[in-house]
Each structure stands twice: as structure tokens, then as C-alpha cells.
């Protein structure tokens, strides 16, 4: 089975309560292809400047990650700043500086053109569409997306919704997106306009699947302490594609097994800063929490 | 087995985004012990004034609620005034009027001092604490508090916190309440300084219950239309003991059970506004929702 994950590799500044990291890596493709790359090996489709370190580069290389679609172009990587208050589940952009990855500069080699699985991780909905009119997945086409992108793209956006499969997308952008201020008016309203799925994630809440078909809940697994959100999202979509993509077939319980499993690969993530936790996370891990999930969850 | 339910019998004026109810039947007992009472009688220990309507009265003596210590005192019935916005998780209080039942005009019926259950539903600490003096439960003390006793009483609610098995708080309470702003260090604190159990009540992302020797969490049964969901803490807290009260033994797998019941009888209340839903809410209805919690959860 191959991952195709399409999105941003970053060079992040990040304040929580808990401390404060310069220049890591970062990005929403990066948390993504870390958290699928413990199930599965990933290809990522993703341009960043000559600043961004080697040891970047070598540390995805050693992750199960196929870098030959990541372009690197001249001038900087792109840099998101900002900080999280006293509410962890919320961050503050400081600054960004301009993604890469464009509808204009996507090479994408001749193997990443029918993977298994495509993901298009949080990025201009252009380059999404973009990719979409040359790589035709064989199985699942996965979209996410952030607010940026429905105030200010949002006729791309609801293009693409109609080719995807599965939409991800947090508590308060599915609001903004469907205009509905209950959760579930706002999937069921996302799923009439496009996808066949949608996975509303909700922090420090947990998440929900809603299909025509099902309705599947799942809390986050519980943590004392959450040092850094950033990129918790990503690597929830990461770890249910990766775990799927080990399924032969997509019913429904292997969807729930593997919301629960992105659900695991996010708890992760938050526990330290960066990818600093998710880079060091192995299958036997993501399973032993998976175990404790199901335990916490039998009634 | 017997439960015994010590809060406020009301009259609320609630207007929520779906519409406004004047002095409609409230208050924190009202809904634990309709709750409650779809799965045991119940007996209601609070006060009200001459003007609680006859109408309001015969409707509790229909429910399976004894009401030999509901006690007409002189004057007017509690009352309480609010609003909500579109976050329909978060009420505006307008204007309350002081409580009927005070520490000073407890009457407590003979065949009241020893229930199976006691639940100290919301309501001053000083009352609670008055009826802890002279209430002896044979199995087990829940008590449900909220920010004006944590603001104003937390001496009081500190001491009676020590004396109760199970406290019931919600999400922003929990957080004051222990001064932590994560929710699981919040929870953990407060098992440290008295009951063995809290459950932390979260609205529309459900509830958790956590002891020494568990975890458990349960989202809430979705809805599309919340109308009001003014008693629904009361009711989950409600529906939880009167679960529990038909179980032979208070076990891991009972209070989980008894914690999902909870959620359904709370899903009910919110459905209408003030207890229109959960009047009309029988066994199979809660038995229904509770398979279907089930299936939903299942993975």
C-alpha cells in the first residue's frame, strides 16, 4: 500500500506555557508522514528552502518517508510563528511566511502518480487541486484544511470537497465551513457538499466520524500534560491513513479502528514540542495505547 | 434500594436561541430526581414557596417522586432567569431569587434518614452539609456543586467534598475548583482531597469519570437540536444514580454503565426546553438510547 502526503514542511517558532522552541521542523505534511509512517512507508510531496537544515532532511530519510518529491527551491522555508496560552487547545499566529509549495512549482515524480492513499494535508487549496488533477489515488483521496482557507479560498476549497473521500477538519472550522453552530448539523451539512466522511476533531475533546452510513465517537486519549498542540491534527489524519492503508479493506470498522489510531498518534504529539515526541514513536507504542484506549472506553 | 435527593425545586425563566419558557418547573432536584425516578423512586427533600403550582407538584407525584419532604414554606419559590447565546453550552444567569431550602427550615421525614443513595444535588453547602449531619446513606453520597459555591462557600463545600464518594462538576468548575487548567491533573487534584470518584460533565463532548482505579469516558449522544439545555447535569447525575440504584453491586463495570445512562438522560432533558422531554422519557426510551450508545461507541 502507498501513501501519497501532500502539504507544507515548515520552520516553526513556538511558545506554550510549558517553554519555547526555535526553528524546528515542522509543517503539516511533516507531522502527517511521521504519524502514517509508523504503519506504513510514505511518500511526500512538499517544496521548502535551501535554509532548511540536513538534519531535517536526514531525519525524515531515516522515517520511513520518501523524499523525492520534497522540491528545494531558492530563497526560505516556510515559517509559522505562534504561541498557545493558558487554553493549550488554542493557538495564536505571530507570523507566517509564504509557503513554498505552489500551484506553480509542483514536480511530482512519476511513481507518486496512483498511490493507494492520498492525503492533502492543510495547504492552498490550489496546490491541493493541483495535485488532484495528476495523481489519481487507487483507493482514498483524504483532504484537510485550516480557516485561512475558508475565509479566503473557499470556492478551491469546495471544489476539491466534492473529489475528496474524507474531509478532516477542527471543531470551529467545520462552523465556519458549514455555518452551523451545532457539530453535528455541521457534518452532516459537509457531508451534502461533498466528501462521503467527515473526521471533526476536537482537541483536547477527542473527535467524531460522521458518514451517511455511521456515527463513531472517540475522546482524546487522556494526558496530564500537553506541552505543544502544534500539528496534533495532521497527526491524527497521519495516523488514520497509515492505519488504514494496513487494512486490506475500508468498512467500517477498520475506519474506527483507525480514528482511534489517529487519535492515539496525536496524543503523541502533544507531549513534547515539535515532532520531539512523534519522531520517537514505534508501532509497539501507538499499539499499547491503543490498548488502553480500548480498555478506557469498554462499557 | 431507596435514593434520596436533596437541591432546589424551581421556576426558570429560559430563553434559548429556540424559543422562551416562563415559570416553567426547575431546578436542580426536579431534574435529578425525574431522571432518577425513570429507573427507581425516588424521595425529594427540598422547599418551595406558596406559589409552586399545583400543576407542578401533581406531575412530580406522578413520577415516582415521594414528596413527603417537599416543603411550602411562605413566600415565593426559587426562581431562576437565564439566557443562552448560540454556544447553547454556556447559560447567562439574568437575575435568581434566594433559595427556599435553607440550613435553618430543614424538615427531614423519618423515613428519609437512611436511603440506600444520597444525592446532595446543587444547592448552598450549608444545606447539604445540614443534611449530611443527620442522613446516614447506607452505600454511597454524590454530591453536584457549581462556581457560585465554589466563589462563595468553598469552605463549606471542602468540608462536605471529604464526606462524599462521588462528585459530579463541570468542566470550567472542575478547573476553578482545583486551580489546574488541564482537565485530567484537574480531576486527579480533586480525588486527592475527598471523594473517590469525579465525574467532569463537558456538555456536548460528553463526560469522564475518574477514580484511583479507573478511567472512563463517554462523549455525549448527538444531537442535532439542543434547545435547552438547562438541567442537564442534573439529569446526567440523575440517570446515574438511579442506574446504579437497580445494580446489586457498585462496580467498575456498573459505574461505567451507570455513567453512559447518565449521558442518555441527559441527552433527553436537552431536547426540550425545561423537563417537556424528560417528563415523558420511560425506561425503554433510555434502554433505546443506550443500545444505540453502544453501537456507536463500539470499535
Known sequence: MSILIVGSVALDNIKTPFGEVKETLGGSATYACLAAGIFSPVRLLSAAGEDLPGKYIRKLKRKNIDLAGLKICGGSTFRWTGEYGDDINEARTLSVCPERLTGDNLEIPAHY???????????????????????????????????????????????????????????????????????????????????????????????????????????????EKVKDPTGAGDSFAGGFLGYLSTRKKITRESLRTATVMGAVAASFTVEDFGTGRLEKTCRADVEKRFEKMQRMLDF
Do not use: C
Request: proline residues 5%.
Open 113 to 223: 502518480e496512483n498511490p493507494d492513499y492520498l492525503f492533502l494535508a492543510n495547504t492552498d487549496p490550489e496546490v491541493q487541486n493541483g495535485v488532484l488533477k495528476r495523481v489519481k489515488p487507487l483507493k482514498l483521496t483524504v483532504l484537510d484544511t485550516m480557516n485561512l482557507w475558508i475565509n479566503n479560498k473557499l470556492k478551491s476549497l469546495k471544489y476539491i470537497m466534492k473529489k475528496a473521500d474524507i474531509l478532516f477538519i477542527n471543531e470551529t472550522e467545520s462552523k465556519m465551513l458549514s455555518g452551523e453552530v451545532n457539530l453535528i448539523s455541521a457534518a452532516k451539512k459537509i457531508i451534502r457538499h461533498g466528501p462521503d466522511i467527515v473526521i471533526i476533531k476536537k482537541g483536547e475533546h477527542g473527535a467524531f466520524l460522521l458518514s451517511k452510513e455511521d456515527f463513531f465517537a472517540v475522546p482524546a486519549y487522556p494526558l
